[in-house]
């Protein structure tokens, strides 16, 4: 008989335009719920759309293993659904604009926020737009973040979120680590 499926929910945050919307369209299997609006407001000059609930995406792993990718809106009004997502989520990628420094102080209250929220669960650093020219190198933004990579436990990684390849990447990276702290766990109880 065929083993039950486990189920890794994974929440994919970051500010606005940071590429979570990409990210989950970029490797889904399904085809991806996205909630895009047209930008009415004051971020209407940045991007055409902007996500007003969230993105829902799933991705096969293993034998029996589905991940479900949940994309947070951007825009802090949307806050409500950031609780509920963190809540159940068993792991978090944060998304960081390389190419967009004025972002990286958003970013980082987001990384404070769901390091509260959700301090159980594994999480990682992705900055995206990495192909970019003016992308700013990992070990560049890790200090704008208030973050010293030397001490900081939290993995961290430079993609494309249009290239499937970097997007499988960032998810074996947070599964790893999910199996590394399940084990833990196990081992210590
Ligand atoms: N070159 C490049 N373009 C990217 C990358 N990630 C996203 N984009 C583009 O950046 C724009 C914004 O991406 P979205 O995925 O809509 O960003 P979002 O984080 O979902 O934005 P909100 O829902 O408004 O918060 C889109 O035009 C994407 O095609 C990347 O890594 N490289
Ligand atoms: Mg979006």
């Known amino acids: 008989m065929k083993a039950p499926e486990q189920i890794m929910r994974v929440v994919v945050t970051g500010p606005v335009g940071a590429g979570k919307t990409t990210f989950i369209k970029t490797i889904s299997e399904i085809e991806s ?5 047209r930008a009415t407001d004051e971020m209407a000059h940045l991007k055409p759309t902007t996500t007003v609930a969230m993105d829902f995406g799933r991705v096969t792993f293993g034998p029996n293993m589905a991940l479900h990718l949940y994309g947070t809106p951007g825009q802090e009004r949307f806050n409500f659904m950031w609780d509920i997502l963190l809540r159940q989520a068993h792991g978090i990628v944060l998304l960081a604009p390389a190419h967009r420094p004025k972002d990286f102080f958003a970013a980082s209250r987001l990384l404070r926020y769901a390091r509260q929220r959700a301090p159980e669960a594994p999480l990682l650093i992705a900055a995206t737009h990495s192909d970019l020219p003016q ?11 208030g973050i010293d990579a030397s001490e900081s436990q939290i993995p961290t990684l430079s993609i494309n979120a249009t290239a499937e390849r970097d997007v499988a990447r ?5 599964v790893e680590r999910y199996a590394e702290r399940s084990n833990a766990k196990r ?3």
Do not use: G, K
């Open 187 to 189: 081992i210590a109880s």
């Open 33 to 37: 719920i996205d909630t895009d609006r």
């Open 135 to 145: 992308a700013w190198p990992i070990a560049d933004i890790l200090p704008a973040f």
């Open 170 to 174: 960032t998810l074996i990276a947070l």
